[in-house]
């Protein structure tokens, strides 16, 4: 059984930087493809950023040049680093995985997301 857990989230004020982790759990044999998504109320939900396999990231336009997404494989880790929020980055973030089990299954993932609240 796999589980993703976010932590990380809070409240900021305008212009301020928070770190999002989200670490993976259970008897894994590779994550693949990782990405953060986030949705706020109303809305749908949006992919924010994306990482290959390390290989290559992908940000939606509204978030490059202010939040970076990496892992950990060693740790089974993988985090977003967000700069200079703003009110409209209020949302669920949540992150998701795709992630091989022991004997061989391929799934994505989801946590059950952390609230980012940013003040204005």
């Known amino acids: 059984q796999v589980q993703l857990a976010e932590s990380g989230g809070g409240l900021v004020q305008a212009g301020g930087s928070l770190r999002l982790s989200c670490v993976a759990s259970g008897i894994i044999r590779t994550i693949n493809v990782v990405c953060w998504y986030r949705q706020a109320p109303w809305k749908q939900r949006e992919l924010v950023a994306a990482?290959?396999?390390?290989?290559?990231?992908d940000y939606a336009d509204f978030v490059k040049g202010r939040f970076t997404i990496s892992r950990d494989n060693a740790k089974n880790t993988v985090y977003l680093q967000m700069n200079s929020l703003q009110p409209e980055d209020t949302a669920v973030y949540y992150c998701n995985a795709q992630i091989t089990v022991n004997y061989g299954m391929t799934r994505d993932y989801w946590g059950q997301g952390t609230q980012v609240t940013v003040s204005s």
């Open positions: 990482d290959t396999s390390g290989r290559d990231t």
